[in-house]
């Protein structure tokens, strides 16, 4: 059903996971009891290249975008502790993330709880995640999805269906994706509003990375020689934006910030 990579890591769902970095979606509902994929819906985007386990044990998540995108941030968090073996706290991570519209935070745990990698064995919660995953109906979600439901138990699917409905309310994209996009959109505009008068900011993991603190004047404060135009770093927050976003169709826009005309 899943292709794995081999190796003795036991949270092999990671490779996955990684093999097929981002893909697009459209908009679309796709509850556990339905047991058929459309062919005919949109193409996943060209993945990421691979990284080793290694790599992403070592990764550093941005901690300032948090402040935009927890989905986004959350997500990161938790591939790094997969590749570092520590499960529960990714898959806390992940429970995170899919609170904040991360469709493939969502995919993680369907598959994790499917094949008992990552989290503890359940079936039924794992058909549930994959159908909420699957929601925006990208391509290969739903196919995991459908080859996952062909080989369910009716008791299985039975559970799932109400796991889907406890899931739902919280996970689903009218609660989980508004609300991820409302504070992007709160934060994005903060960060905006001083643009006109030619601010320039550092954020951490957008464009700083591990901000030092330097005592001035006898307060704390981050050194970053690497301040950008509060422009292009918003262009930077779209970049990671466009990606938790993909495929919600009719909803958020992102793309470049206009710069704002001086006189």
Known sequence: MFVMAQG???CRVLVLCLAMGGAATSHA??????GSASSSGPTPAAAEPDRSLDEVARSYCPRGLERFLPGSY?????????????????VAALEQAARWG????QFLLGVGYTRGDSAPLDRARGLAWLALAAERGDVVYLGVLKSAMAQASDEDKAEAARWYGQLLPTYGDEMAATRAERRYRRERDALTRNEAYGAQVCIDGLNASHLEAVQENGRDNNFCPSRQPVWLVARQVDVHAAELFQGWAGHVTVGELQKASRP
């Open 8 to 10: 003795a890591f036991r």
């Open 29 to 34: 509902t796709y509850a556990p009891q339905v």
């Open 74 to 90: 959350y997500y990161c968090v938790a591939r790094r502790e997969l590749a570092q073996g520590h499960a529960a706290r990714s």
């Open 102 to 105: 991360s469709k493939q935070a």
